[in-house]
């Protein structure tokens, strides 16, 4: 009676092409017509790993027909193509052992057990082994200051050039205006919310995150915290390890003192002085979570910057009625050991300080300056988009060579699966983004006459800034109120006289406003008022 026999074959990636499996389906079947076994059935599993038997439905389908004695012998190319996990291998072996079926190698013959063992050993040797070369080489592509894989946002490698990295233009923009905004006082989920509302795209998905620009401080991870853009490779963060339980790989933080660094300051993206302080932002709301301390905006314009004018304590809401919201002095409140008891209006103190701030910029000099300083932006920003229109249109033209080749070579085959479709989704982004770019800058080419009405207009946008600014339920514009605040270090307030209550604003903001004399819930006294700018000073 003639012996049957199932063929196994797999490959291990992606990136291995699938005659591979066709190449050992052949030579299993020479081995059978040889040996005078007869074929019952393919089993295969195409870019699947010998690490781990977990997804492997090929190999699944053989061992349930192994149960069901649907054939005498296993047949495989070489034993390492079931599995090069010793572990993984003895646990085939005897499923298949205990249905009386035989492993053949079609290089080596019927497999007996101390083969079976010595093969499993050599396998998991050989992972080993491969693991820590392509590890050793990857260390040495970064001492050479050359990517050992992954492409960071702002980044496209050079074609013919393996491991070399060129900076993209349009993306390093993006990277400039979120460390900027991140400097500035904006949080990732404001910035991350703008750039979805301008339609910019993502490093991956279709949406950008807060977890994007914040990613991981123990892992290095996240736009914010990549130091590539300040120009240093940083690699072999982390190691990958097997979970036997779900087959998957799991990521584990190295000790920092084991990670790989390399200058590439022709990389760099961030100047110094930026990266600096976003480190620096980064690092004091990191600490001010682990102490438990709320990095929340604050709710209202000089939160935390009230003082009391007779212990130096903080001043902090003491109730709401409607509109009216009143602070009280917290030491006194607390343990009684300050005698400022009073509850003094903080609605109007703001009130006050922004009706004087608005009042003195609607001075005629502050518009003229205004109307001045806008016009020879927008001049600039013309002359220099005339002189880059023909860049941007060699970079449109770039891009859609780019994208026509990826394309051509897709329909053909040539580029294929997820990379080929990867490749050809970069290509279409980048032009896309491409002609974003030129699209924005034949808009700013038009004649640019300033609006007549702008002066009116200026003064209604800074009356609605200053009630943005005041209001506790409607969206203010952070960066105006964060801009504010940082004019202000402390505004005291003084125990209430029979004329108002004494307010003394310190910081920068003193030399818009009154600084001592200035009253609120009385007479407005100003001791000292604000000069208009002066043209040549």
């Not at 001592?516 to 700018?533: C, D, H, N, S």
Request: proline share 3%; glycine share 10%.
């Amino acid at each position: 009676m003639q012996r049957r026999a199932a063929i196994y074959a797999r490959y291990s990636t992606a990136l291995q092409s699938d005659r591979s499996i066709e190449d050992q389906v052949e030579l299993c079947r020479s081995y059978l017509r040889r040996e005078g076994y007869g074929e019952v059935a393919v089993f295969e599993d195409r870019a699947m790993t010998s690490e781990t038997l977990i997804g492997r439905v090929g190999l699944a389908q053989l061992l349930e027909a192994a149960r069901n004695r649907s054939f005498d012998a296993v047949l495989v190319e070489c034993v390492d193509r079931i599995s090069r996990d010793s572990g993984d291998l003895h646990q085939v072996s005897k499923l298949l052992r205990f249905s009386e079926i035989d492993i053949i190698s079609a290089n080596e013959g019927v497999q007996n057990e101390i083969q079976i063992g010595v093969r499993g050993l050599m396998g998991t040797l050989f992972l080993k082994d491969l693991r820590e070369k392509i590890h050793r080489g990857m260390v040495g592509n970064i001492r050479e200051g050359l990517s050992a894989g992954g492409k960071a946002y702002g980044y496209s490698p050079i074609l013919g050039k393996p491991g070399e990295l060129q900076v993209v233009e349009h993306e390093a923009d993006v990277i400039r205006r979120i460390f900027q905004e991140y400097a500035e006082g904006n949080s990732p989920r404001l910035i991350a919310h703008d750039l979805n509302a301008e339609g910019i795209l993502p490093p991956r998905g279709v949406k950008w995150n807060a977890s994007t620009l914040n990613g991981s401080a123990d892992r290095g991870y996240g736009i914010l915290r990549n130091a590539i853009y300040a120009g240093v490779l940083v690699w072999d963060r982390v190691r990958m390890v097997l979970d036997p339980a779900t087959g998957k790989r799991v990521s584990r933080v190295k000790p920092r003192e084991d990670w790989k660094y390399a200058d590439v300051p022709h990389l760099r993206i961030v100047e110094e002085d930026l990266w600096d302080a976003v480190q620096e932002r980064l690092s004091q709301q990191s600490h001010a979570k682990s102490v438990g301390k709320s990095t929340r905006t604050p709710a209202r314009p000089f939160s935390g910057r009230l003082k009391c004018g007779c212990c130096g304590g903080g001043m902090a809401i003491h109730d709401r009625k409607g509109s009216a919201i009143r602070i009280a002095c917290s030491t006194s409140r607390e343990s009684g050991s300050c005698g400022n008891s009073g509850k003094f209006r903080l609605d109007q103190i703001e009130d006050e300080i922004f009706s004087a701030l608005h009042d003195h910029l609607l001075h005629p000099a502050y518009i003229e300056e205004y109307i001045s300083t806008y016009e020879q932006e927008r001049k600039s920003l013309a002359d220099t988009g005339k002189a880059d229109h023909g860049k941007l249109q060699r970079a449109v033209a770039e891009a859609r060579n780019l994208f026509d080749r990826r394309l051509k070579l897709y329909e053909r085959g040539v580029l294929d699966g997820d990379d080929g479709e990867a490749k050809l989704l970069e290509a279409k982004k980048g032009l896309r983004a491409a002609e974003a770019e030129l699209a924005a800058l034949d808009e700013a080419d038009e004649a640019m006459v300033f609006d007549p009405v702008a002066p009116a207009r200026y003064a209604s946008a800074l009356r609605d800034l200053m009630t943005s600014l005041t209001s506790a339920d409607g969206k203010p514009d952070n960066n105006a109120r964060d801009a504010v605040r940082s004019l202000v270090s402390e505004i005291i307030v003084f125990p209430l006289k029979d004329d108002g209550v004494p307010v003394e604003v310190r910081g920068r903001l003193s030399a818009l406003i009154s600084n001592r004399g200035f009253k609120v819930g009385g007479a407005m006294v100003a001791e000292e008022g604000l000069e208009p700018p002066t043209r040549g000073l």
